[in-house]
Structure formats: C-alpha cells, structure tokens
C-alpha cells in the first residue's frame, strides 16, 4: 500500500505557475504508475495527466496539453505536476493518484487527500 501527499497549492493570477508535489511513503513507489486528476464542486473527477514507473510514457488530458508537464524522481518518491499559463478554468482541488502495473488515465486504486489550485482572471 502507499500513502500520497500532496502540496503545492495556492492562488495564482491567471497566466501563472505553478508546481504540485505528490510524496508517496514507501519503498516501491518505483513499481507504481502515477496520475493526477482534478475536481470542481458539483463535477466528477478529471484526468490530468499520468506517468509510467519508469517516467518515460507520459499521457495529458487535451485542455492541459502544452502548458502542464509531469515529472517523477524516484529516489525521492515523488511526482510533481508543473503547471504554467494557467487559466480560470483549472481552478480545482489537484488529486495525486498511484496504481501498480501499466500507465493508464483511469482506475487509480490510491489517492491522496487533494490540494486546491485557484486561478484568478
């Protein structure tokens, strides 16, 4: 099992950055692929982006493609969501996800608790 963390939030005037963190306690956070999902209130949950243990595949949901990146170091256990050119509409609560096996937008069996982004325009 794995506990996720994240951090990294905050408000930001839109056009802004931002980096989100994710710390995964555990020592096998190398054998999990990795996601990042967001939610508004009243909506269901969206994929953002996801990442393969060995950080070589990479998938982007297509509003965030070109302005957000996703990255891993293993030796720290942590993924990180950079975030830049931001807009109003990805104000949401960042959920930080992990699974075993192959890279995928879908079926997350971890979560974290969730840190809110707020884009002022």
């Known amino acids: 099992q794995v506990q996720l963390v994240e951090s990294g939030g905050g408000l930001v005037q839109a056009g802004g950055s931002l980096r989100l963190s994710c710390a995964a306690s555990?020592?096998?956070?190398?054998?999990?692929?990795m996601g990042w999902f967001r939610q508004v209130p009243g909506k269901e949950r969206e994929f953002v982006a996801a990442?393969?243990?060995?950080?070589?595949?990479?998938y982007y949901a297509d509003s965030v493609k070109g302005r957000f990146t996703i990255s891993r170091d293993n030796a720290k256990n942590t993924v990180y969501l950079q975030m830049v050119t931001l807009k109003p509409e990805d104000t949401a609560v960042y959920y930080c996800?992990?699974?075993?096996?192959?890279?995928?937008?879908?079926?997350?069996?971890?979560w974290g608790q969730g840190t809110q982004v707020t884009v002022s325009s």
């Open positions: 555990g020592r096998t956070f190398s054998e999990y692929s």
């Open positions: 996800a992990a699974r075993r096996g192959v890279v995928t937008t879908s079926l997350y069996d971890y």
């Open positions: 990442i393969s243990q060995s950080g070589r595949t990479k």
